[in-house]
């Protein structure tokens, strides 16, 4: 199985961007799937995961209100809408996949067996 992720690029502040994830080579029905950060001179953060029901698992703090999750069993793909941008934002966002569950928790990078190769998103002040 492997993660395709894709949709970044630059944004002025307050704008909007839709990262897609997509899963190929297998049958991929993953328990939970999530996005991560990793922002310039900082460690890779949770940003938020979805459960295979379509339920949000959890997301973090900073991306409250900003950011929402969707996956499309059907289409092996997840999706993460970004609204209000900010600088902060800017990271490369890599999407990541658990495949069985229930897992300990949906912030631990361990907890997933999967990782697309991340994109860029870059938000101008």
């Known amino acids: 199985v492997q993660l395709q992720a894709s949709g970044g690029g630059l944004v002025k502040t307050g704008g909007s961007l839709r990262l897609s994830c997509v899963a190929s080579?297998?049958?991929?029905?993953?328990?939970?799937m999530a996005w991560f950060r990793q922002a310039p001179g900082k460690e890779r953060e949770f940003v938020i995961a979805?459960?295979?029901?379509?339920?949000?698992?959890d997301y973090a703090n900073s991306v409250k209100g900003r950011f929402t999750i969707s996956r499309d069993n059907a289409k092996n793909a997840v999706d993460l809408q970004l609204d209000s941008l900010k600088p902060e934002d800017t990271a490369v966002y890599y999407c990541?996949?658990?495949?069985?569950?229930?897992?300990?928790?949906?912030?631990?990078?361990?907890?997933?067996?999967?990782w697309g190769l991340g994109t860029q998103v870059t938000v101008s002040s």
């Open positions: 979805i459960r295979r029901s379509g339920g949000t698992a």
């Open positions: 990541a996949a658990a495949m069985s569950g229930p897992i300990g928790s949906s912030r631990r990078e361990s907890e997933y067996a999967y």
């Open positions: 080579g297998g049958t991929f029905s993953p328990y939970v």
